[in-house]
């Protein structure tokens, strides 16, 4: 129970501050990793422990070579890694993946809405031009104008993923 309150109201917060300020701030994701690798200890022993620290490991590096392209920011890697702290590898993977498949509905609407389609499709070039060439950095943003608060579309996956485990089921 308290480590469900923790994870929920973690999720609240960061992507409160996503939306709001587009960060994720650090003192609040290291107490959620230093609270999430505590309480798995606490409740758990050493399962939830090495439970806990994979899940902190496979936060972290899902997003990692997202972060090393330009694709996000730190905070959402610190906030992933956060996460998988609290809930332990599986769910944040799963998380993961659902956020990221509502993060690409919601740009491809943004790009039908904002008539981008044409624009978009020269970034995504530009993009694999980097990639397989190592010319010009690309624009790290698929529509025009800034990247999402995607910390946001993960905690909203996250949040899916965890009313999946304990209500659904």
Same mark, same amino acid.
């Given at each position: 129970m308290v480590k469900d309150i923790a994870f929920l109201s973690y999720l609240a917060v960061c992507a409160a501050t996503d939306v709001k300020y587009r960060k994720v701030f650090n003192f609040v994701t290291?107490? +959620?990793i230093i609270l %999430?690798? %505590?309480?798995?200890?606490?409740?758990? #022993? !050493?399962y939830g422990l090495k439970n806990s620290l994979i899940g902190l490991i496979a936060g972290f590096? =899902?997003?990692? =070579?997202?972060?090393l392209l330009g694709g996000v920011g730190p905070g959402d890697l610190k906030f992933? +890694? #956060?996460?998988?702290?609290? !809930?332990?590898?599986e769910?944040?993977?799963?998380?993961?993946?659902?956020?990221a498949i509502i993060a690409g509905i919601y740009s491809l609407c &943004?790009?039908?809405?904002?008539?981008?389609?044409k624009e978009t499709l020269k970034r995504i070039g530009g993009f694999f031009v980097f990639f397989l060439y190592g010319r010009e950095a690309p624009d790290?943003? &698929?529509?025009? %104008? %800034? +990247? &999402?608060?995607?910390a946001f579309f993960l905690a =909203?996956?996250? +949040?899916l993923r965890w009313l999946e485990i304990n209500v659904l089921r």
């Open positions: 290291f107490p +959620a %999430g690798v %505590g309480l798995n200890f606490f409740y758990f #022993g !050493t590096l =899902v997003l990692f =070579v997202f972060f992933l +890694a #956060g996460a998988g702290a609290i !809930t332990g590898w769910p944040v993977l799963w998380g993961f993946l659902y956020g &943004l790009i039908i809405v904002k008539k981008q389609f790290a943003s &698929l529509i025009g %104008g %800034g +990247a &999402l608060p995607y =909203v996956g996250l +949040a």
